[in-house]
């Protein structure tokens, strides 16, 4: 960072206040603020993890000698003044000067406020003490929030078939019983479910079960949900639940519920506070919960059953079995 005495030199030489001009241009470029820098993305993402698949953060990264080139910038200053004074120009983030790559980029959404600290805490119950998540004044909220949802919400049938993969290699013959919810004794923890008590996953797509399955060779079976089921929708939430669609979108968007498995064994405390979420929701009567995957490209999403008494012949029905991919 620029020492007072460096700022003061900079703005001596800047005749037409360059971060002014320059958060003018960005938005009027992308509509959007400086989210991050490339010393900072990292970071970032850590953070809001789900931002990373939606397309306009992958493609609304620009470098600053290519944004001056395309700007009204190059009209006032030349390249290498414009270099200088870009030291004049901070990320809103970490606070060091644009340099590089900057991220253009606005939540669809108000986040809560202060989130990035509501974050952190909570990541630190969840791996002291997770038991006592509800301690937190935004897991209270959360919980509040789904009981108050959960009483709005109506029965619905899903229309679409939905798909459940396997990894081929760990199949001998291939069953219906193979896609069934998993027994109690062989139930690991996920993502919205407790070691030792299954959940019924399914994907809305092929793909988005191979990628959930780390693209491992695959079969996939067709479900048809036969009867209707109350869902708590994660996936478009300003549409199903607008009066708390920022808090659920931030949770979405967030390292809370949509952190990357970094297959660490038996250790997962990605899951906790999405597992917190599958718990309020079957407590407050969901049999279901609709999320977004973070695996494949943005409006492909899962639906896990929470509800135990939903399988295969119990409001389920095993329509086909796919290879995937498919051999050639």
Known sequence: MLTIEERQRLEALDDYGIEELFTSECESWFTADVACCDKCVNDYLKSWPFTEGTEDFQNNSMDIEHFYESTILRDCYTL????????????????EALTGYFYPYSFPFQPVDCFEVILVELMAVAHESPFVLLKHYFAAQV?????????????????????????AEQIEICTEQEFDVTPKEYASEGRYNHAGLPAYYLG???????????????????????????????????ENHNKHSDMLDTMVYSALVSAKHQDEGQYRPQYIFSRFI????????????KYPSTRTEHGCFNIVFINTDIGLG????????????PHK
């Open 204 to 238: 809305s797509d092929l793909q988005t079960c191979y990628e959930e399955m780390r693209q491992a060779e695959c079969y996939i079976a067709e479900v048809k949900v036969t009867k209707p089921v109350k869902i708590l929708d994660l996936s478009a939430t300003h």
């Open 314 to 325: 119990k409001g389920c029905e095993l329509i086909d079995v796919h290879t995937y991919p």
């Open 278 to 289: 599958a718990d309020c929701a079957k407590y407050a009567g969901f049999d279901a919960i």
């Open 80 to 95: 290498e003044d414009y270099k200088q004074l870009m030291q004049l120009v901070e990320c809103p983030r970490c606070g």
């Open 143 to 167: 919980f509040d929030a789904i009981e108050e949802l959960s009483k709005q919400a109506s029965l619905k049938l899903i229309a679409e078939h939905l798909f459940r993969a396997r990894i």
